[in-house]
């Protein structure tokens, strides 16, 4: 059975830092594209930003870019989101995904695989 589960998500205030980490069982995620995902109450889910499946190639974005940052540990099958500075309008659910192809997509339906969440919450 495949799992993608998220953690590292809480309260943190504005211009704090978050890592969430996200670990895979039942597949092998260096043979995948990862993405990170994320959705505000109310909102819809929007790309945040996504790493290739040789890890060789980022993709951010514009919100985020220069404050979030995308890696993976292939020999702990997990991937990461590390997130500095963050704002109040980073607040939401924050999913991780897999893809089964070479490079990582900004739409939410070219991945195969979710995770279920993780939510951070970021105080003015």
């Known amino acids: 059975q495949v799992q993608l589960v998220e953690s590292g998500g809480g309260l943190v205030q504005a211009g704090g830092s978050l890592r969430l980490s996200c670990a895979a069982s039942?597949?092998?995620?260096?043979?995948?594209?990862m993405g990170w995902f994320r959705q505000g109450s109310g909102k819809e889910i929007e790309f945040v930003a996504g790493?290739?499946?040789?890890?060789?190639?980022?993709d951010y974005a514009d919100s985020v870019k220069g404050r979030f940052t995308i890696s993976r540990d292939n020999a702990k099958n997990t991937v990461y989101l590390q997130m500095n500075s963050l704002k109040p309008e980073d607040t939401a659910v924050y999913h991780c995904?897999?893809?089964?192809?070479?490079?990582?997509?900004?739409?939410?339906?070219?991945?195969?695989?979710w995770g279920q969440g993780t939510q951070v919450t970021v105080s003015s």
């Open positions: 995904a897999a893809r089964a192809a070479s490079y990582s997509s900004t739409y939410d339906r070219q991945y195969h695989y």
């Open positions: 039942g597949l092998t995620l260096s043979s995948y594209a």
């Open positions: 790493m290739s499946r040789s890890g060789g190639s980022t």
